[in-house]
């Protein structure tokens, strides 16, 4: 069942590159995207005057990058949200919105609760799911399938991508139905997007490199992970796999946030993992690395090829190939789930089935 894998996490990490592609392929045509299976028409399309993400967990990270990739693409305002929190904040929505619940199980509590109030309250809703049949398939006004097939380790991995290159197709289509990129842009985006699965299955074939590093950070027990704009949105997601399946505290800050008050728990030997895909954003970052250098941090940085001076400031680095600054999540997010693997590993943990942990929280 593990297809000679050792755990089910590594077995569907690896099955990333098949996952993105097939979910990438069920809207991404030859060189247009096309989104009538899901059930939404360019006029419903042009309509939207508001997007309103709603999940939780790694879904609730897929929904911060997609923010960032929407509002630069599509030019919508995009607003993120907890499920736990939106059900309970009374929120104020736009008739014209549209509110995105991501979800894998499609049975998650809390953003099935969403779900339901958004609809209660007359406004558009889609799903983003994974399970075939699932309560927010079924309840949602139209449904974007991930097709990452099932998956059986607590910890997403597989799921998260294709959720994440769902958002991308709904931003690259949204911008083109709102006329707000030149078909060139179009064209190029769709190009770039169908490089994805390879790309991801060039960083897995480095998976030793982030095997070693990780052998020496079994005994790390505070880790930050740091950066700007999209690569905060890396971070999150990097923590809590550092979390959920290695047992270390670690925190996701961006990066300029440090010095209001967290960067007090920096000292000798504590790894900050900085990363850094987004080129207008890589010096503001690595001063905030050079600050956490000088009070004895030990540095990771996670940046794309040929950003080689990163290694006059960091301890060890790992590349990711080039892609538009836009989809970098999909490639940064892969060394350190493989991270978070194996520091799980080395210290003889449970990695398919952590401590406290439901493969799907149907409880509030
Ligand atoms: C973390 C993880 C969880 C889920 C969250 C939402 O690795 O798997 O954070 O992302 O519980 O689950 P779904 O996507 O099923 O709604």
């Known amino acids: 069942e ?7 996490m590594m077995k569907e990490i690896h099955e990333q590159p098949k996952v993105v592609g097939d979910t990438i392929n069920s809207v991404v045509k030859e060189n247009f995207i096309d989104l009538t299976d899901i059930g939404l028409s360019e006029e419903d399309i042009k309509k939207i005057s508001q997007m309103y993400i709603v999940a939780c967990g790694s879904a609730y990270h897929v929904g911060i990058a997609a923010q960032y990739v929407i509002e630069d693409l599509a030019k919508i305002p995009v607003r993120v949200e907890l499920g736990s929190e939106f059900r309970y904040r009374k929120p104020l929505l736009d008739k014209n919105g549209l509110v995105v619940v991501i979800s894998q199980s499609g049975e998650t509590a809390d953003s099935l609760a ?10 558009r809703t889609l799903g983003i799911v994974n399970v075939v049949g699932s309560s927010i398939a079924r309840e949602a ?22 959720q994440l290159v769902a958002t991308y197709a709904l ?3 949204f911008a083109k139905v709102r006329e707000e990129i030149s078909e060139e842009r179009y064209v190029e985006l769709i190009r770039e997007i169908k490089t994805l699965p390879e790309k991801i299955e060039k960083i897995l074939k480095d998976k030793e490199r982030i095997q070693w ?23 999150m997601e990097g923590s809590l796999k550092m979390k959920e399946i290695s047992y270390i505290h670690s925190e996701a800050y961006a990066a300029g946030e440090l010095k209001h008050g967290t960067i007090s728990l920096i000292e000798d030997d504590i790894l900050v ?35 080689y001076d990163i290694e006059d400031t960091v301890d060890f680095t790992v590349y990711i190939p080039k892609t538009d600054p836009l989809f970098a999540t999909s490639l940064a997010v892969i060394p350190l789930q493989l991270l978070g693997y194996y520091i799980s590993v080395a210290k003889g943990l449970d990695v398919d089935k952590p401590r406290n942990l439901a493969k799907s929280v149907t409880v509030e």
């Open 213 to 235: 590093f990780a052998s020496k950070q079994v005994n790390a027990h505070d880790v930050f992970f740091v950066g700007r704009g999209i690569d905060y949105a890396i971070c």
């Open 114 to 123: 969403a779900l339901r109030e958004a609809k209660e309250k007359g406004v």
């Open 171 to 173: 931003a690259i289509q």
């Open 141 to 162: 006004d139209s449904v974007f399938y991930t097709l990452a097939g099932p998956e059986i380790a607590v910890a997403t991995t597989k799921a998260y991508s294709t």
């Open 2 to 8: 593990k297809a000679g894998y050792e755990h089910f």
């Open 273 to 307: 993992v900085g990363v850094l895909t987004q080129s207008e954003l890589y010096e503001k970052t690595i001063s905030n690395m050079l600050e956490c250098k000088s009070r004895g941090a030990y540095l990771m940085g996670l940046t794309t090829f040929g950003r």
